[in-house]
Protein backbone atom coordinates (compact mmCIF):
# COMPACT_ATOMS: atom_id res chain seq x y z
CA UNK A 1 0.00 0.00 0.00
CA UNK A 2 1.53 3.40 -0.43
CA UNK A 3 0.16 6.80 -0.02
CA UNK A 4 0.80 9.65 -2.88
CA UNK A 5 0.64 13.02 -1.06
CA UNK A 6 0.88 16.18 -2.68
CA UNK A 7 0.89 19.36 -0.87
CA UNK A 8 1.07 23.16 -1.57
CA UNK A 9 3.56 23.54 1.60
CA UNK A 10 6.74 24.21 -0.64
CA UNK A 11 6.36 24.52 -4.67
CA UNK A 12 10.27 22.52 -4.61
CA UNK A 13 8.57 19.83 -2.39
CA UNK A 14 6.04 18.75 -4.50
CA UNK A 15 4.35 15.53 -4.10
CA UNK A 16 5.89 12.73 -2.42
CA UNK A 17 5.00 9.06 -1.52
CA UNK A 18 4.96 7.70 2.13
CA UNK A 19 4.09 4.55 3.45
CA UNK A 20 1.75 3.59 6.95
CA UNK A 21 3.90 3.68 10.09
CA UNK A 22 4.97 0.60 11.43
CA UNK A 23 2.84 0.97 14.36
CA UNK A 24 -0.21 1.13 12.55
CA UNK A 25 -3.12 -1.46 13.33
CA UNK A 26 -3.45 -2.79 10.12
CA UNK A 27 -1.91 -5.74 8.91
CA UNK A 28 1.84 -5.86 7.75
CA UNK A 29 1.98 -5.39 3.66
CA UNK A 30 4.85 -5.98 1.24
CA UNK A 31 5.56 -2.15 0.51
CA UNK A 32 5.41 -1.10 -2.92
CA UNK A 33 8.08 0.45 -4.90
CA UNK A 34 8.59 4.35 -3.83
CA UNK A 35 7.04 6.41 -5.79
CA UNK A 36 7.83 10.70 -5.81
CA UNK A 37 5.18 12.83 -7.91
CA UNK A 38 6.91 15.89 -8.22
CA UNK A 39 5.61 19.95 -10.29
CA UNK A 40 7.24 20.68 -13.02
CA UNK A 41 10.64 21.77 -13.47
CA UNK A 42 11.58 23.71 -16.42
CA UNK A 43 14.19 20.98 -17.48
CA UNK A 44 10.82 18.12 -16.92
CA UNK A 45 9.97 16.00 -20.30
CA UNK A 46 6.54 15.55 -19.21
CA UNK A 47 3.54 17.42 -20.07
CA UNK A 48 1.88 17.54 -16.50
CA UNK A 49 3.82 15.69 -13.98
CA UNK A 50 7.06 14.20 -13.19
CA UNK A 51 7.10 10.52 -12.71
CA UNK A 52 10.35 9.06 -10.85
CA UNK A 53 10.34 5.36 -9.75
CA UNK A 54 12.70 5.57 -6.63
CA UNK A 55 13.75 1.55 -5.73
CA UNK A 56 14.48 0.54 -1.81
CA UNK A 57 16.55 -1.52 -2.85
CA UNK A 58 18.55 -1.67 -5.89
CA UNK A 59 19.50 -4.57 -6.54
CA UNK A 60 15.89 -6.05 -6.29
CA UNK A 61 14.35 -6.78 -9.70
CA UNK A 62 11.44 -7.97 -11.39
CA UNK A 63 9.10 -6.05 -8.76
CA UNK A 64 6.03 -4.89 -9.88
CA UNK A 65 5.59 -0.89 -10.15
CA UNK A 66 2.74 0.11 -8.69
CA UNK A 67 0.78 3.54 -9.99
CA UNK A 68 -2.28 5.32 -11.20
CA UNK A 69 -1.60 8.41 -12.31
CA UNK A 70 -2.30 8.40 -16.08
CA UNK A 71 -1.36 11.79 -16.98
CA UNK A 72 2.13 11.42 -17.83
CA UNK A 73 3.08 11.86 -21.46
CA UNK A 74 6.49 12.66 -23.06
CA UNK A 75 7.03 15.64 -24.62
CA UNK A 76 9.31 16.75 -27.40
CA UNK A 77 11.80 18.51 -24.88
CA UNK A 78 10.82 22.09 -24.74
CA UNK A 79 9.91 23.96 -21.92
CA UNK A 80 6.42 22.88 -20.33
CA UNK A 81 4.29 25.42 -17.97
CA UNK A 82 3.72 24.19 -14.73
CA UNK A 83 0.32 22.92 -14.65
CA UNK A 84 -1.82 25.14 -12.09
CA UNK A 85 -2.04 23.52 -8.65
CA UNK A 86 -5.68 23.10 -7.88
CA UNK A 87 -5.68 21.31 -4.50
CA UNK A 88 -3.52 19.66 -2.19
CA UNK A 89 -4.58 16.21 -1.74
CA UNK A 90 -3.39 12.55 -0.99
CA UNK A 91 -3.40 9.02 -2.56
CA UNK A 92 -3.91 5.94 -0.79
CA UNK A 93 -3.63 2.87 -3.62
CA UNK A 94 -4.31 -0.35 -2.27
CA UNK A 95 -1.46 -3.27 -2.98
CA UNK A 96 -2.38 -4.56 -5.53
CA UNK A 97 -3.22 -1.10 -8.01
CA UNK A 98 -1.29 -1.09 -10.93
CA UNK A 99 0.59 1.90 -12.58
CA UNK A 100 0.24 2.05 -16.54
CA UNK A 101 0.54 4.43 -19.53
CA UNK A 102 -2.69 6.25 -20.63
CA UNK A 103 -1.99 4.79 -24.07
CA UNK A 104 -1.89 1.71 -22.51
CA UNK A 105 -6.07 -0.11 -23.08
CA UNK A 106 -4.63 -3.53 -22.03
CA UNK A 107 -4.68 -1.92 -18.27
CA UNK A 108 -7.64 -1.01 -16.99
CA UNK A 109 -8.66 2.20 -15.25
CA UNK A 110 -7.83 1.45 -11.44
CA UNK A 111 -11.19 1.81 -9.74
CA UNK A 112 -11.12 5.47 -7.59
CA UNK A 113 -12.95 6.34 -4.36
CA UNK A 114 -12.84 10.24 -3.56
CA UNK A 115 -13.33 10.74 0.10
CA UNK A 116 -14.04 14.96 1.27
CA UNK A 117 -13.71 16.23 5.23
CA UNK A 118 -16.38 18.57 6.58
CA UNK A 119 -15.83 22.54 7.80
CA UNK A 120 -12.54 22.76 9.89
CA UNK A 121 -11.96 19.82 8.34
CA UNK A 122 -8.71 18.12 5.97
CA UNK A 123 -8.01 15.54 4.12
CA UNK A 124 -5.83 13.88 6.54
CA UNK A 125 -9.27 12.91 8.69
CA UNK A 126 -9.94 10.85 6.13
CA UNK A 127 -6.79 9.15 6.42
CA UNK A 128 -6.49 5.73 8.99
CA UNK A 129 -9.51 4.99 7.25
CA UNK A 130 -8.64 5.29 3.48
CA UNK A 131 -6.34 3.19 4.32
CA UNK A 132 -8.13 0.21 5.96
CA UNK A 133 -10.59 0.69 2.64
CA UNK A 134 -7.17 0.27 0.71
CA UNK A 135 -6.49 -3.17 2.91
CA UNK A 136 -10.02 -4.96 2.21
CA UNK A 137 -10.08 -3.41 -1.11
CA UNK A 138 -6.67 -3.69 -2.95
CA UNK A 139 -7.32 -2.90 -6.50
CA UNK A 140 -8.97 0.28 -5.26
CA UNK A 141 -7.32 3.95 -5.06
CA UNK A 142 -8.81 6.76 -2.47
CA UNK A 143 -8.07 10.42 -3.05
CA UNK A 144 -8.55 12.60 0.24
CA UNK A 145 -8.53 15.85 -0.77
CA UNK A 146 -7.95 19.25 1.04
CA UNK A 147 -11.12 21.28 0.16
CA UNK A 148 -10.32 25.16 -0.50
CA UNK A 149 -9.30 27.25 2.69
CA UNK A 150 -8.63 24.03 4.61
CA UNK A 151 -5.40 22.44 5.47
CA UNK A 152 -2.69 22.55 2.94
CA UNK A 153 -4.97 23.94 0.25
CA UNK A 154 -5.32 27.51 1.67
CA UNK A 155 -2.27 28.66 0.72
CA UNK A 156 -3.82 28.44 -2.42
CA UNK A 157 -5.51 31.52 -2.11
CA UNK A 158 -8.68 30.47 -4.41
CA UNK A 159 -10.39 32.98 -6.28
CA UNK A 160 -14.48 33.61 -4.50
CA UNK A 161 -17.01 33.01 -4.10
CA UNK A 162 -16.09 30.23 -1.24
CA UNK A 163 -19.37 28.22 -2.09
CA UNK A 164 -20.68 24.68 -1.88
CA UNK A 165 -20.70 24.75 -6.04
CA UNK A 166 -17.17 26.50 -6.31
CA UNK A 167 -15.60 24.00 -3.64
CA UNK A 168 -17.34 20.68 -6.32
CA UNK A 169 -16.08 22.83 -8.68
CA UNK A 170 -12.19 22.63 -7.79
CA UNK A 171 -12.11 18.81 -7.08
CA UNK A 172 -13.65 17.97 -10.28
CA UNK A 173 -10.93 19.53 -11.97
CA UNK A 174 -8.52 17.79 -9.81
CA UNK A 175 -9.82 14.97 -10.83
CA UNK A 176 -9.50 15.84 -14.35
CA UNK A 177 -5.92 16.59 -14.62
CA UNK A 178 -5.49 13.76 -12.58
CA UNK A 179 -7.23 11.82 -15.23
CA UNK A 180 -8.99 9.95 -12.94
CA UNK A 181 -12.63 8.40 -12.68
CA UNK A 182 -13.90 8.08 -9.76
CA UNK A 183 -16.73 5.51 -9.19
CA UNK A 184 -17.37 6.45 -5.86
CA UNK A 185 -17.41 9.98 -4.25
CA UNK A 186 -18.02 10.04 -0.05
CA UNK A 187 -18.62 13.57 1.67
CA UNK A 188 -18.87 13.59 5.45
CA UNK A 189 -20.86 16.70 6.34
CA UNK A 190 -20.25 20.37 4.60
CA UNK A 191 -18.21 17.43 2.24
CA UNK A 192 -21.54 15.54 1.33
CA UNK A 193 -23.28 18.78 -0.05
CA UNK A 194 -20.02 19.03 -1.93
CA UNK A 195 -20.94 15.54 -3.33
CA UNK A 196 -24.10 15.97 -4.88
CA UNK A 197 -22.94 18.76 -6.13
CA UNK A 198 -19.93 17.22 -8.19
CA UNK A 199 -22.50 14.87 -9.52
CA UNK A 200 -24.77 17.76 -10.21
CA UNK A 201 -22.37 19.60 -12.05
CA UNK A 202 -20.41 16.91 -13.91
CA UNK A 203 -22.94 14.30 -15.71
CA UNK A 204 -20.89 13.55 -18.51
CA UNK A 205 -17.31 13.59 -16.42
CA UNK A 206 -18.22 11.10 -14.04
CA UNK A 207 -18.58 7.42 -15.10
CA UNK A 208 -21.94 5.49 -14.83
CA UNK A 209 -22.60 4.04 -12.53
CA UNK A 210 -21.63 6.77 -10.05
CA UNK A 211 -22.38 6.03 -5.92
CA UNK A 212 -22.62 8.99 -3.59
CA UNK A 213 -22.05 8.94 -0.23
CA UNK A 214 -23.63 12.54 2.08
CA UNK A 215 -22.79 11.40 5.55
CA UNK A 216 -24.65 13.16 8.34
CA UNK A 217 -26.13 15.60 6.44
CA UNK A 218 -29.32 16.85 4.17
CA UNK A 219 -29.89 18.05 0.86
CA UNK A 220 -31.50 21.16 1.89
CA UNK A 221 -31.77 22.89 5.38
CA UNK A 222 -28.60 22.60 8.14
CA UNK A 223 -30.59 22.57 11.61
CA UNK A 224 -28.62 23.83 14.35
CA UNK A 225 -27.56 21.92 17.98
CA UNK A 226 -29.49 22.48 21.07
CA UNK A 227 -28.53 24.11 23.90
CA UNK A 228 -24.76 23.20 25.11
CA UNK A 229 -24.11 21.47 21.48
CA UNK A 230 -21.30 22.92 19.42
CA UNK A 231 -22.11 24.96 16.36
CA UNK A 232 -20.33 25.57 13.74
CA UNK A 233 -20.99 28.86 13.08
CA UNK A 234 -20.22 30.01 16.30
CA UNK A 235 -17.10 28.26 16.50
CA UNK A 236 -16.09 29.95 13.36
CA UNK A 237 -16.84 33.16 14.66
CA UNK A 238 -14.81 32.39 17.66
CA UNK A 239 -11.75 31.59 16.49
CA UNK A 240 -12.30 34.43 14.01
CA UNK A 241 -11.76 36.76 16.94
CA UNK A 242 -8.49 35.17 18.15
CA UNK A 243 -4.84 36.57 16.76
CA UNK A 244 -3.92 34.96 13.82
CA UNK A 245 -0.69 33.96 15.68
CA UNK A 246 -0.97 32.50 18.96
CA UNK A 247 1.79 31.33 21.27
CA UNK A 248 0.97 27.70 22.35
CA UNK A 249 -2.10 25.45 21.30
CA UNK A 250 -2.90 25.14 25.03
CA UNK A 251 -3.51 29.09 24.75
CA UNK A 252 -6.16 28.18 22.45
CA UNK A 253 -7.46 25.44 24.28
CA UNK A 254 -7.90 27.29 26.92
CA UNK A 255 -9.78 30.02 25.55
CA UNK A 256 -12.34 27.31 23.72
CA UNK A 257 -13.03 25.76 26.65
CA UNK A 258 -13.65 28.85 28.44
CA UNK A 259 -15.81 29.50 25.95
CA UNK A 260 -17.95 26.71 26.61
CA UNK A 261 -16.90 24.79 23.84
CA UNK A 262 -17.01 20.61 24.67
CA UNK A 263 -13.31 19.61 25.33
CA UNK A 264 -13.81 17.03 22.20
CA UNK A 265 -13.91 20.15 19.69
CA UNK A 266 -11.42 22.02 21.70
CA UNK A 267 -9.00 18.84 21.01
CA UNK A 268 -9.30 18.92 17.55
CA UNK A 269 -9.45 22.59 17.03
CA UNK A 270 -5.94 22.98 18.13
CA UNK A 271 -4.78 20.45 15.67
CA UNK A 272 -5.16 22.87 13.08
CA UNK A 273 -2.64 24.89 14.84
CA UNK A 274 0.85 24.73 12.91
CA UNK A 275 4.51 25.42 13.91
CA UNK A 276 5.40 28.98 12.77
CA UNK A 277 8.92 27.87 12.58
CA UNK A 278 11.49 25.54 13.84
CA UNK A 279 11.72 26.80 17.27
CA UNK A 280 8.09 26.24 17.85
CA UNK A 281 7.16 28.97 19.90
CA UNK A 282 4.17 30.50 17.82
CA UNK A 283 1.50 28.78 15.59
CA UNK A 284 -1.02 30.04 13.23
CA UNK A 285 -3.81 28.14 11.55
CA UNK A 286 -3.83 25.76 8.55
CA UNK A 287 -7.02 27.13 7.30
CA UNK A 288 -8.57 30.71 5.89
CA UNK A 289 -11.29 30.97 8.36
CA UNK A 290 -12.23 34.13 6.54
CA UNK A 291 -13.31 31.68 3.48
CA UNK A 292 -14.52 29.25 5.60
CA UNK A 293 -16.81 31.59 7.24
CA UNK A 294 -18.23 32.22 3.56
CA UNK A 295 -18.09 28.58 2.88
CA UNK A 296 -20.07 28.06 5.81
CA UNK A 297 -22.43 29.84 4.95
CA UNK A 298 -23.39 28.34 1.59
CA UNK A 299 -23.60 24.85 3.38
CA UNK A 300 -26.34 26.11 4.87
CA UNK A 301 -27.55 28.37 1.95
CA UNK A 302 -27.26 25.52 -0.71
CA UNK A 303 -30.48 23.42 -1.77
CA UNK A 304 -30.23 20.81 -3.36
CA UNK A 305 -33.06 18.91 -2.88
CA UNK A 306 -33.87 19.26 -6.50
CA UNK A 307 -31.60 17.25 -7.97
CA UNK A 308 -31.09 14.58 -5.67
CA UNK A 309 -35.23 14.31 -6.80
CA UNK A 310 -34.81 13.88 -9.85
CA UNK A 311 -31.23 11.78 -9.92
CA UNK A 312 -30.03 11.05 -13.66
CA UNK A 313 -30.40 7.48 -14.80
CA UNK A 314 -27.79 5.23 -12.96
CA UNK A 315 -26.59 7.78 -10.59
CA UNK A 316 -27.05 6.15 -6.89
CA UNK A 317 -26.97 8.77 -3.80
CA UNK A 318 -26.71 7.09 -0.21
CA UNK A 319 -27.84 9.45 2.63
CA UNK A 320 -26.40 8.16 6.16
CA UNK A 321 -27.72 9.64 9.35
CA UNK A 322 -25.61 8.97 12.51
CA UNK A 323 -27.84 7.61 15.77
CA UNK A 324 -27.19 10.59 18.15
CA UNK A 325 -26.86 13.24 15.93
CA UNK A 326 -31.10 13.90 15.50
CA UNK A 327 -30.82 17.66 15.90
CA UNK A 328 -28.97 17.62 12.10
CA UNK A 329 -32.45 15.56 10.92
CA UNK A 330 -35.78 16.27 10.80
CA UNK A 331 -38.93 14.07 10.47
CA UNK A 332 -39.51 16.23 6.96
CA UNK A 333 -35.80 15.29 5.44
CA UNK A 334 -36.17 11.59 6.17
CA UNK A 335 -40.14 11.76 4.57
CA UNK A 336 -38.53 13.04 1.47
CA UNK A 337 -35.54 10.66 1.20
CA UNK A 338 -38.28 8.17 1.64
CA UNK A 339 -40.09 9.49 -0.76
CA UNK A 340 -37.00 10.22 -3.25
CA UNK A 341 -36.06 6.46 -2.73
CA UNK A 342 -39.71 5.26 -4.23
CA UNK A 343 -39.18 8.09 -7.30
CA UNK A 344 -35.10 6.87 -8.13
CA UNK A 345 -36.18 3.32 -8.14
CA UNK A 346 -38.94 3.85 -11.29
CA UNK A 347 -36.16 6.24 -13.08
CA UNK A 348 -33.68 4.45 -13.04
CA UNK A 349 -31.39 6.19 -10.52
CA UNK A 350 -31.15 5.31 -6.77
CA UNK A 351 -31.50 6.90 -3.43
CA UNK A 352 -31.07 4.65 -0.08
CA UNK A 353 -31.17 5.46 3.56
CA UNK A 354 -28.93 4.41 6.23
CA UNK A 355 -28.33 4.85 9.68
CA UNK A 356 -25.64 4.46 11.89
CA UNK A 357 -25.56 2.93 14.98
CA UNK A 358 -23.79 4.29 18.20
CA UNK A 359 -22.48 7.42 16.27
CA UNK A 360 -22.51 10.99 16.65
CA UNK A 361 -21.93 13.73 13.80
CA UNK A 362 -18.47 12.14 13.78
CA UNK A 363 -19.38 9.10 12.30
CA UNK A 364 -15.66 7.85 10.72
CA UNK A 365 -13.86 8.08 14.80
CA UNK A 366 -17.34 7.77 16.54
CA UNK A 367 -18.41 4.23 14.80
CA UNK A 368 -16.09 3.17 12.32
CA UNK A 369 -16.75 -0.43 12.30
CA UNK A 370 -20.05 0.18 11.50
CA UNK A 371 -19.65 2.63 8.80
CA UNK A 372 -16.71 0.44 7.10
CA UNK A 373 -19.46 -2.23 6.89
CA UNK A 374 -22.03 0.15 5.54
CA UNK A 375 -19.54 2.03 2.83
CA UNK A 376 -18.11 -1.30 1.60
CA UNK A 377 -21.20 -2.13 -0.11
CA UNK A 378 -20.07 0.23 -3.08
CA UNK A 379 -16.51 -1.51 -3.26
CA UNK A 380 -18.43 -4.87 -3.08
CA UNK A 381 -20.98 -4.06 -6.37
CA UNK A 382 -18.26 -2.25 -8.10
CA UNK A 383 -15.14 -4.50 -7.78
CA UNK A 384 -13.44 -4.22 -11.35
Known sequence: MSTVSCSTASSSRGCGTSFPSKTSSLPALNSPNLIR?????????LSSHRLTLVHENRKARGTTVRMALVDER?????????????????????????WRWKEDKSVPDTPTAVLLH??????????????????????????????RCHGDSASLKKRGPHSVASTASDVLKLVGQLRLTPRVLVGHSFGGKVVLSMVEQAAKPLPRPVRAWVLDATPGKVRAGGDGEDHPRELISFLRQLPKVVSSKNEVYNALMEEGFSNDVAQWV??????????????????DLDGIA????????????????????????????????????ALEDLQRIHAAEELASEEGGGVEMHVLEDAGHWVHTDNPDGLFRILSSSFQVLRP
Open 37 to 45: IGTNSQSDR
Open 74 to 98: QSTGQNVAHPPRILAYDLVQGDLVK
Open 118 to 147: GILGSGKNWGTFARRLAHEFPTWQFLLVDL
Open 270 to 287: VTNLRSTGPSSSSFSWAF
Open 294 to 329: ELYQSYEDTNLWNFVENLPRGVHVNFLKAERSLHRW
